[in-house]
């Protein structure tokens, strides 16, 4: 299984090449060959694009176009009426004279770009000059604020393959209208990194040669030549880092860069105008290359996102370095981007659930709770509940009135709402370690069933049960092992009833997507001979029932598309109803759907009588939110409300229909 799911969960990804559609969400996902700015006109640091990781899924990666701006103490994703192809590594930096971030080149997906945008906080205007630098990516550009000019210098040329690279050595400056070439060759320094340093008007490049040893230049604006600096000490690695002026006490920061001779580099240094120190940090960051870094002139601080970790995982952190302490920040108002995370409604408390999940790097562990349109942690404490929790499965027992979470380790945990207490249950017996399983409250037996999974050898067909004391095993009439199968208690049927998922007979049969559904009246399962068509061969769906209705609806799911002998795997984006009742199938096509992914979150929301859609994966780690409407058919996308400028004014986000 080493293209799918498995390959996923352990996340060996390599860089992006494929352009990605715009993706609505409350942090930016992890990502690398990005850039920074920060504008003093709104106060608020500038993130464009960059690089994913390869998904595994679909064999396929991607050079983003979606826009951010950190507003102090989170990310607000805006939506310009333009936007800039998606691309990496291109050169961005911020024109003081003109209030407006500048943006040069870099590439999408096998195209190099030689286009020129700029933001003014409100849209992107693409600028085109009678003459432009040729195309490459990774070049070196800065703003001389003296002079009011970028200067750029070098770059690469990317092949086809995405990999094979043609250095420039050339150096172009940029008069705010037009580019002009004022020098066709310079010093052959590979990768180059600009920063200019405004209290000694100087413009200063890093980059290495062929054998990766640090070069450092100073621009000469008269002579439009570049001259070797050589202090007493200079940085070991400077591939890829990132760097900065520091205006509180007119220094060069630089962080990272990655080097096959060395490793991946987490020091960090600070340039006096005379010679490089290495800096004595805490909490530094982990080894990082590729990150987007700027200065935020108003909070008196670096800032750093995404990057590639050593051993090539792209991040997505937001980190800031100030008074000689690196601090990983985040959003105290919303759950962070994650799939595979328990999503489950409290119906005697009107609550819905969201704990744990995973993103590009960690496994998460944390808990919040949605009402009535907004995210609180307040009163969700994790005494004594799980301290590590691998891809967690859940239910609420609607008649015990607990929520009970099951981690891939075998240890089972218990939410008591009323007490607002964890208790790590301790059962004589219970499933073995497992991962991808499947779990459902079922209120005609009064238990909690638990199918399938995988423990890393195989997919299981296991079939556990829990009354709150013990776990049981039931054995007869197991459907085919599998894992990420969608399961509900259909309230019409009164059965609990599993559909999909992906798994084999037997280690030596192939992997198969399923498209069969099967119900459990407690002594064992029955395949549905009399279903109407089913949604396909899918599985990672997202899946509730209405309470109202008794209906089910599904949602997306990574499904499994058949053109001849043309099969290809999707992030789904289609929309069903199941009817217990009539056995049939249903597709809703509302006219406005949520990017497809897959394990994600679906649950009904009592505060506002909708159903509530959040997170997931579709190449990305999500951080969206989406309601829908039943009775309109109509799904609407919540994104932040920024007009009130600046700080988290409650409330901070606002419905917007046909996103």
């Known amino acids: 299984m080493s293209v799918f799911t498995r390959n996923r969960y352990l996340l060996l990804f390599c860089a992006a090449f494929a352009a990605a559609q715009a993706v609505f969400a409350a942090d930016p996902s992890a990502r690398t060959r990005t850039r920074m700015t920060f504008d003093p006109k709104t106060s608020r640091t500038v993130l464009f694009g960059g690089a994913t990781p390869l998904d595994a899924g679909t064999a396929i990666a991607y050079d983003l176009s979606d826009t951010w701006e950190w507003v102090g103490d989170h990310w607000v994703q805006r939506f310009p009426a333009h936007t800039p192809p998606g691309r990496s590594a291109y050169a961005m930096v911020y024109d003081t004279t003109r209030f407006r971030t500048v943006m040069f080149g870099g590439k999408s997906g096998a195209t190099n770009l030689n286009d020129t945008w700029t933001y003014d906080g409100t849209d992107w205007t693409e600028i085109t000059p009678t003459t432009s630098p040729t195309a490459r990516a990774l070049a070196g550009a800065a703003y001389d604020s003296s002079r009011d000019r970028i200067v750029l210098f070098g770059g690469d040329v990317f092949a086809a393959d995405g990999k094979t690279l043609t250095g420039t050595y050339d150096t172009w400056e940029f008069d705010g209208t037009s580019w002009t070439q004022v020098a066709s ?64 006490d007119d220094t060069v920061i630089l962080f990272g860069g990655t080097c096959g001779s060395s490793g991946t580099s987490g020091e960090t240094w600070q340039w006096d105008g005379a010679n490089w120190s290495k800096m004595t940090t805490v909490n530094d960051p982990d080894r990082l290359s590729g990150q987007a870094m700027t200065y935020d002139d108003l909070r008196q601080q670096v800032m750093m996102y995404g990057g590639t970790l050593a051993f090539g995982l792209p991040r997505g952190a937001t980190l800031t370095l100030k008074d000689g302490a690196w601090n990983e920040l985040h959003d105290p108002l919303s759950p962070s981007s994650r799939s595979l995370f328990v999503f489950a409604t409290d119906p005697t408390t009107n609550t819905v659930y969201l704990f744990g999940g995973q993103n590009e790097t960690d496994v998460i562990t944390d808990f919040w709770q949605y009402q009535n349109g907004r995210w609180t942690q307040s009163g969700l404490n994790l005494t004594n509940g799980p301290s590590y ?77 829990w009354d709150g004391t013990n776990w049981s095993q039931q054995k007869n009439h197991t459907p085919t092992g599998r894992e990420l199968a969608s399961m509900w208690y259909d309230p019409l049927m009164k059965k609990t009833v599993i559909y999909g998922g992906i798994g084999q007979k037997s280690s030596l049969d192939r992997i198969e997507r399923y498209s069969d559904m099967w119900s459990f009246d407690g002594t064992g399962w029955t395949q549905m001979q009399s279903v109407t068509a089913t949604p396909g061969q899918r599985y990672g769906a997202q899946v509730t029932v209405d309470p109202n209705s008794g209906a089910v609806l599904l949602f997306g799911g990574m499904r499994l598309n058949v053109n001849g002998q043309l099969t290809t795997q999707v992030y789904a984006n289609d ?85």
Not at 587 to 604: I, K, M, S, V, Y
Not at 620 to 630: E, N
Request: aromatic share 12%; proline share 8%; hydrophobic share 30%.
């Open 575 to 659: 929309m069903w109803k199941w009817d217990g009742g009539t056995q049939t199938w249903t597709n809703l096509q509302p006219p406005t759907l949520p990017t497809g992914r897959e394990n994600g979150g679906l649950t009904f929301d009592p505060t506002q009588n909708q159903f509530v859609l959040f997170g997931g994966y579709n190449g990305l780690f999500l951080s969206d939110l989406w309601t829908y409407d039943m009775t309109k058919n109509a799904w609407t996308h919540f994104i932040e409300d920024i007009q009130t400028g600046g700080g988290p004014t409650p409330p901070r986000r606002r419905a917007v229909g046909g996103q």
């Open 389 to 465: 929790c691998s891809t967690p499965t859940a239910a609420f027992d609607t008649d015990r009135k607990r929520l009970v979470v099951v981690c891939a380790d075998d240890s089972t945990y218990e939410w008591d709402p009323g007490s607002s207490a964890w208790t790590a249950e301790n059962p004589t017996t219970k499933p073995t370690q497992r991962r991808f399983s499947s779990m459902v409250y079922d209120p005609t037996l009064k238990k909690t069933v638990l199918f399938g999974g995988y423990d890393d050898v195989n997919f299981l067909d296991q079939t556990w049960l």
């Open 185 to 248: 060759s310079g010093p052959t320094v590979i990768n180059p990194i600009l920063v200019y340093d405004p209290s000694r008007r100087e413009m200063l490049m890093l980059g290495m040669d062929a054998s990766e040893k640090t070069l450092m230049y100073s621009y000469d604006p008269t002579s439009f030549t570049w001259k070797q600096i050589i202090p007493p000490t200079l940085p070991g690695c400077v591939n890829e880092a990132g760097i900065v002026f520091q205006s509180t």
